[in-house]
Each structure stands twice: as structure tokens, then as C-alpha cells.
């Protein structure tokens, strides 16, 4: 299993839709979680970043961690054909040997039509 | 302008063929890493390095080498490239810290015939 589980999609939904992306996990030394987006043809680009369990918002995007289900999500308010991308959940842990080292979910395709 | 570079962007080349994907980052950061990104497998870490001298393997690590002599360059070579090793490679480097957030460069898309 591996430690960082996204439902790669695609995702489909029309302009002005809320969209829910979800990440499980199985580490329970992850603390700090964050959000990548990644537009066609570029390399991912940090997006959002939560720390242990609650919730975050930057303008339409909101992120929410639970941390006693193992599971963060990102919901995209208003969507628009702009926040077409692949979107990647990545964790890390607060302490150890993998101290830095990011762990990605395999992404999950989005794309919003007008 | 904050950057991190890859060369070359497209590579194609036949089975055991050493070669080498350079990148560098002029941002100063400690850490850095190579993933590659293959549908349906998504982004997996192949090596990282925390520090000059520093490396270490990440989840794919087999058939590849890197090393880490100055701060800013992480080339990686491919010693004797088999066909399972094409693939999207990203270099990336981190800000450290607990989330260090990572920096990609624009990818390298490596075909092996």
C-alpha cells in the first residue's frame, strides 16, 4: 500500500461547480500537508499548505485536514476553466530521518468546461 | 530570476547509452531531488539530497546515479538506460523546513528506444 493514496481521476465538471479532491494517507508521523497543481506540459507549483488538523482558506480553494480519519481534501469554490490542471496532495513528516522529504499522491486530473 | 533549470528538455536515445540530465537551481536551497512522472504512477521520488555530498534513494532509485558535489547542481545520469526508463523527469528543490516547499524546473521528457 502505498503511504499517500489519490484517485487520479479525471475529473470533469462544469464552470462555476464546487470541486471536492481527496488524499488518504497511512503515516501517522505526517504532519504538514499541502496541495500541487500542475498545468499541462509544466512542473507541479505549490498551491496551498495546512499544518496538522483543521482548515485553511486562500480565496476559492480551501483546504481541510482530519487528521483521526487520515484524510485531507481540497474544495475549489466557483471553478473556473483556469483551475484545469492535475492536482497533487504531498505530505511530510514533523520529525525523523525523512525530516523534508515530500511524499506525493498520484494526482487527480481536473478539468473545467465552460 | 528564482529558477530551477533542466537540460536537456527532450532526449531521445537507444538502450544502454550512458547520458546525463543536468539541473541547477540558483535559490540556495540545501535540498534536492529527481522524480519522475509516468501516467497513471504519478510523481515518485527517485533520489534527494539534503546537503552537498548528501544523497540519498528515494522510492525508485534502480538504474540511476546522482551526485551532489556543489550546492546548486544535482545532475542525473543513467549509466545503461533500458526502455522502462522512459519517462517525465523533474528536478526539484526545496526551501527546507517541515513543508520545503519544492521548486520544479520544467521537465525532462526521456524516451529510450
Known amino acids: 500500500q502505498k503511504e499517500v493514496e489519490q484517485d487520479p481521476g479525471p475529473l470533469s465538471v462544469p464552470e462555476g461547480a464546487i470541486v471536492s479532491l481527496n488524499c488518504t494517507y497511512s503515516?501517522?508521523?505526517?504532519?504538514?500537508f499541502m496541495w500541487y497543481r500542475q498545468y499541462s506540459r509544466k512542473g507541479p507549483e505549490l498551491l496551498m499548505y495546512?499544518?496538522?488538523?483543521g482548515n485553511k482558506e486562500d480565496g476559492r480553494f480551501t483546504a481541510q485536514v482530519d487528521k483521526s480519519s487520515k484524510y485531507i481534501s481540497l474544495f475549489i469554490r466557483d471553478s473556473q476553466p483556469s483551475d484545469s490542471a492535475t492536482y497533487l496532495c504531498?505530505?511530510?513528516?514533523?520529525?525523523?530521518?525523512?525530516?523534508?522529504?515530500?511524499?506525493f499522491g498520484r494526482g487527480t486530473q481536473l478539468t473545467v468546461w465552460p | 530570476e528564482a529558477q530551477v533549470t533542466q537540460n536537456p528538455r527532450y532526449l531521445i536515445t537507444v538502450t544502454g547509452k550512458k547520458l546525463t540530465v543536468t539541473c541547477s537551481q540558483n535559490?540556495?536551497?540545501?535540498?534536492m531531488s529527481w522524480y519522475r512522472q509516468d501516467p497513471g504512477l504519478g510523481l515518485r521520488q527517485i533520489y534527494y539530497s539534503m546537503n552537498v555530498e548528501v544523497t540519498d534513494k528515494g522510492d525508485v532509485p534502480e538504474g540511476y546515479k546522482v551526485s551532489r558535489k556543489e550546492k546548486r547542481n544535482f545532475p542525473l545520469i543513467l549509466e545503461s538506460p533500458s526502455p522502462n526508463q522512459t519517462s517525465l523527469y523533474f528536478c526539484?528543490?526545496?526551501?527546507?523546513?517541515?513543508?520545503?516547499?519544492?521548486?520544479f524546473g520544467p521537465g525532462t521528457r526521456l524516451t529510450v528506444l
Open positions: 504531498a505530505m511530510s513528516a514533523s520529525r525523523g530521518s525523512t525530516l523534508g522529504r515530500l511524499y
Open positions: 535559490m540556495n536551497h540545501e535540498y
Open positions: 503515516n501517522s508521523a505526517f504532519q504538514y
Open positions: 526539484a528543490s526545496g526551501s527546507g523546513g517541515p513543508y520545503n516547499e519544492q521548486f
Open positions: 495546512t499544518y496538522s488538523s
